[in-house]
């Protein structure tokens, strides 16, 4: 018998998931894209999608983009406020995601940008002290980037606590958190 353990990462997939899968890949086929029926179909299936993230998250639908994976989405963010919102600095951990770790490699390798891997401790807490030291002496062009829950060790990084140290010395966040969505509360409406 084998006992799987990786259920933060994938799941075995609902039997009612498989059907509403099923379904749609049979009826709605149209590009979302188009302007004709199947098209306005696709379109409204997607736009339901966003509507129910956004609630999940407390977000507007305007703030939700797909991605095809968190790899995806993680390089898009990192590589793009480097070469898009000037950002010079990147503050984040050793215990993130490979996906986080190889774009930094990637983003100080090739253009230049100062990479900090802030300590942990013994159960892969980043040093939070530290980052407020390093914010404090120059948070100019920085980006902060942690996990949320980290998707081998457990780890629940104190998420509020680091967009509160951000916002206090006005540098940007950006926050890994596949592994917690939809399984821990987020708004991000709410007030600092």
Not at 6 to 13: H, I, L, Y
Request: one cysteine or more; proline letters at 3%; charged letters at 20%.
């Amino acid at each position: 018998m084998h006992i799987y353990l990786d259920n933060a990462s994938t799941t075995p997939v609902l039997a009612e998931v498989t059907e509403q899968i099923t379904e749609l890949s049979r009826s709605v086929y149209g590009n979302p894209s188009s302007i004709h029926y199947h098209g306005r179909i696709a379109k409204s299936v997607i736009e339901e999608a966003r509507k129910k993230v956004a609630k999940i998250l407390n977000a507007s639908i305007g703030e939700i983009f797909f991605t095809s994976s968190a790899t995806e989405a993680n390089n898009m963010v990192l590589k793009n406020a480097v070469w898009h919102l000037g950002i010079q600095r990147i503050i984040s951990s050793p215990t993130e995601h490979h996906c986080v770790l190889h774009t930094l490699d990637y983003l100080e390798k090739y253009h230049n940008t100062e990479i900090i891997y802030l300590k942990v401790d013994a159960q892969g807490n980043p040093d939070l002290d530290q980052l407020e030291k390093l914010l404090k002496e120059n948070a100019a062009h920085t980006l902060v980037s942690l996990m949320h829950g980290n998707n081998e060790i457990g780890t629940l990084c104190d998420i509020q606590q680091v967009s509160d140290i951000c916002q206090k010395y006005a540098c940007m966040l950006h926050c890994d958190a596949v592994q917690t969505i939809g399984k821990l509360p987020w708004d991000v409406q709410k007030p600092k």
